[in-house]
Each structure stands twice: as structure tokens, then as C-alpha cells.
């Protein structure tokens, strides 16, 4: 049974730092490519950033310089760094889990966590 767990999320003030992570269990964590998706009250599932089981990366425009993915797969762990927040990344953050390739797409993830949430004050 695959488990994807979310951590990370709190209340922050605009400007500060946080790490999200993720971890997985119950399948072959090197063989997947790990992804980053937000959703925000009233809006639908976005995609943030996601990672290849190459080490290849992608980001969305609107987090592009602030937030960082890595992985441990000694640790079969994702992270999400994210600095400079802003109150507009404000959301419930899940990562997901797909074969081998990074994804945009929420329909190309197989596996998804239950989110955590990270709200930002202004």
C-alpha cells in the first residue's frame, strides 16, 4: 500500500522560510518521479514543482526562483523549500507520485498525499 505523508506546513508572515516534506512508503521510491501541487480555498489543484528520478527539475513561472525540490532517496523523502513566501502561496500543499518522468498534470500522478496546509500572513 503506497502512503505519501506530507509535513511542513504552518502559519508564517510574509518574507519567511519553510521546508515541506514528503514521505513515501510502499513503493519504489528512486524508480518515481515526485511532484508539488498547491490548492487554495475556492481554486483547483495547481501544479509547484516537481522532480525526475534523474534529478531533472520543473517549476511552476509563479515560484520559479523562490522554492527548490530535492530528494533523498536514501530516506525515500521529497522536499519543497520554499523562501521569499508570499500571502498568495497560501494553500494545501500535496505531493504525488509518478513513474520515472515529471508531470504538469494532476491526472499524470498516480499517488497523492492528504496535504498540509501553509498559510501566510501579510
Known amino acids: 500500500q503506497v502512503q505519501l505523508v506530507e509535513s511542513g506546513g504552518e502559519l508564517v508572515q510574509a518574507g519567511a522560510s519553510l521546508r515541506l516534506s514528503c514521505a513515501a512508503s510502499g513503493l519504489t521510491f528512486s524508480s518515481y518521479a515526485m511532484g508539488w501541487f498547491r490548492q487554495a480555498p475556492g481554486k483547483g489543484r495547481e501544479f509547484v514543482a516537481a522532480?525526475?528520478?534523474?534529478?531533472?527539475?520543473a517549476y511552476a513561472d509563479s515560484v520559479k526562483g523562490r522554492f527548490t525540490i530535492s530528494r533523498d532517496n536514501a530516506k525515500n523523502t521529497v522536499y519543497l523549500q520554499m523562501n521569499r513566501l508570499k500571502p498568495e502561496d497560501t494553500a494545501i500543499y500535496y505531493c504525488?507520485?509518478?513513474?520515472?518522468?515529471?508531470?504538469?498534470?494532476?491526472?499524470?500522478?498516480?499517488?497523492w498525499g492528504q496535504g498540509t496546509q501553509v498559510t501566510v500572513s501579510s
Open positions: 504525488a507520485a509518478r513513474l520515472l518522468t515529471i508531470a504538469r498534470i494532476t491526472a499524470d500522478y498516480d499517488y
Open positions: 522532480m525526475s528520478i534523474s534529478s531533472s527539475t
